[in-house]
């Protein structure tokens, strides 16, 4: 039998309200997350709780990482301190490898680079030459 984990009535109401903020009405948040409107209303007044599988569903349907929905529902709505900035950095480094990767991918094929082909060698400072 499946267990479903239920997350805290604080962070189920910040996942509706952010899509509520993204311009999704209620009957789209509700059908996001693959359930009753009124269940979303339930969410809002803390009698419900959302689940793991609907943060998993939400994040399917928008086609984004799971850990990157939860960072853009728990940011503060102002200001958000040194840890945000340097996380944001840290996802715009990602996004600039996965780029890099897709485009090396797509000009050999899918093949992944032959150590005879190409030499990688990391700098002092950890960047890739």
Do not use: C, W
Not at 121 to 128: C, D, H, I, N
Request: overall charge neutral; aromatic content about 2%; proline content about 3%.
């Amino acid at each position: 039998m499946r267990t479903h984990r239920t997350l805290t009535s604080s962070l189920s109401v910040q996942v509706v309200q952010y899509l509520l903020d993204k311009d999704f009405s209620q009957a789209e948040v509700a059908r996001l997350l693959r359930v009753s409107d009124s269940f979303i209303s339930l969410v809002k007044s803390r009698e419900r709780g959302l689940t793991i599988d609907h943060l998993e569903a939400l994040a399917t349907a928008l086609n984004v990482p799971l850990g990157a929905l939860l960072i853009a529902v728990t940011r503060p709505a102002s200001g958000g301190g040194e840890l945000i900035r340097i996380t944001d950095r840290l996802m715009g480094k990602i996004d600039e490898l996965v780029a890099g990767i897709k485009e090396e991918q797509g000009r050999e094929g899918t093949q992944p680079p032959s150590d005879a082909h190409q030499s990688t060698r990391t700098s002092a400072s950890g960047s890739v030459r």
